[in-house]
């Protein structure tokens, strides 16, 4: 079992900026990708950004140019930098990590709003 913890999510102005953390515990030696989803209310969960163990990264086009995801192995941990933040970036950010299984974690609100 892995367990993941969330942290960093917050009510931004337009323009400003966040960085997530999502901290793996556990059984988390088998854990290869990491990286966050979104979902905003009314839509579906979609993917922002992820990052393999050997560092293979993937975005989201909406957030291209705007968000940096980084991993640090030895800790199990994964960040995501968000800058130029907009009002549709407003979401649940869940953390999830992949072995065998797919983990999430619990979530944490991202409000972009002047």
């Known amino acids: 079992q892995v367990q993941l913890v969330e942290s960093g999510g917050g009510l931004v102005q337009p323009g400003g900026s966040l960085r997530l953390s999502c901290a793996a515990s556990g059984s988390r030696f088998s854990i290869n990708a990491m990286g966050w989803y979104r979902q905003a209310p009314g839509k579906q969960r979609e993917l922002v950004a992820g990052?393999?163990?050997?560092?293979?990264?993937v975005y989201a086009d909406s957030v291209k140019g705007r968000c940096t995801i980084s991993r640090d192995n030895a800790k199990d941990t994964v960040y995501l930098q968000m800058n130029s933040l907009k009002p549709e970036d407003t979401a649940v950010y869940y953390c999830?990590?992949?072995?065998?299984?797919?983990?999430w974690g619990q979530g944490t609100q991202v409000t972009v709003s002047s």
């Open positions: 999830y990590a992949h072995d065998t299984v797919l983990y």
């Open positions: 990052i393999a163990r050997g560092g293979n990264i």
